[in-house]
T-cell receptor, first 115, second 113 residues
Framework: EPEVTQTPSHQVTQMGQEVILRCVPI?????FYWYRQILGQKVEFLVS????????KSEIFDDQFSVERPDGSNFTLKIRSTKLEDSAMYFC?????????????FGPGTRLLVL | AQSVTQLGSHVSVSEGALVLLRCNYS??????LFWYVQYPNQGLQLLLK??????LVKGINGFEAEFKKSETSFHLTKPSAHMSDAAEYFC???????????FGAGTRLFVKA
């Protein structure tokens, strides 16, 4: 069964450093999402992306965050200058088109630790 | 705006007993409703979903949920708990438009031998 993959699985970084989290969507999916889960808390929506544009973003997704699909396959989340509070599990999700668009498939996540 | 409330952050059942995890939602548009399971240090796995049609939906691992519009509920049940069901369960809602998914706070299920 096709699945969403994410790299790296874990990343430790120093506060103020830039990080890039990568996601490889299911091959025919065109809608992409990032979510985060701070330890012990609920999963929170960050951003949705379609047709090379951000469709929707949450208040969390401020100017420190950006997304892109640099090569037509990977979907990346960049945090320009990490803060301690960015420490969380980051999940990529993707969905198809038409009748199945509402079903999002989640990757295994990247655990980010900012020191 | 959409929101999800999961009643009970922790639920403990004995092996073989009924599992009931409660979820109520709020949505200004017809909702799509989901249950996800998260095992320790793993990602989110879709258990089941309701979009349209039959209000009783069956998912993987013997779980099912019933959409009750009048009660704005989507409770998850399983007739007989197994030790392997111990995990965190998230109820979620999305709708038309961007399809961002709003998650509940989660319910951790403990299964006692």
């Amino acid at each position: 069964e096709p699945e969403v993959t994410q790299t790296p699985s874990h990343q430790v970084t120093q506060m103020g450093q830039e990080v890039i989290l990568r996601c490889v969507p299911i091959s025919n999916h065109l809608y992409f999402y990032w979510y985060r889960q701070i330890l012990g808390q609920k999963v929170e929506f960050l951003v949705s992306f379609y047709n090379n544009e951000i469709s929707e973003k949450s208040e969390i997704f401020d100017d420190q965050f950006s997304v892109e699909r640099p090569d037509g396959s990977n979907f990346t989340l960049k945090i320009r200058s990490t803060k301690l509070e960015d420490s969380a599990m980051y999940f990529c999700a993707t969905s198809g088109t038409g009748d199945v668009r509402e079903t999002q498939y989640f990757g295994p996540g990247t655990r980010l630790l900012v020191l | 705006a959409q929101s999800v409330t999961q009643l009970g952050s922790h639920v403990s059942v004995s092996e073989g007993a009924l599992v009931l995890l409660r979820c109520n939602y709020s949505s200004s548009v017809p909702p799509y409703l989901f249950w996800y399971v998260q095992y320790p240090n793993q990602g989110l796995q879709l258990l089941l979903k309701y979009t349209t049609g039959a209000t009783l939906v069956k998912g993987i691992n013997g779980f099912e949920a019933e959409f009750k519009k009048s009660e704005t509920s989507f409770h998850l049940t399983k007739p007989s708990a197994h030790m392997s069901d111990a995990a965190e369960y998230f109820c979620a809602v999305s709708g038309t438009g961007g399809f961002k998914t709003i998650f509940g706070a989660g319910t951790r299920l403990f299964v006692k031998a």
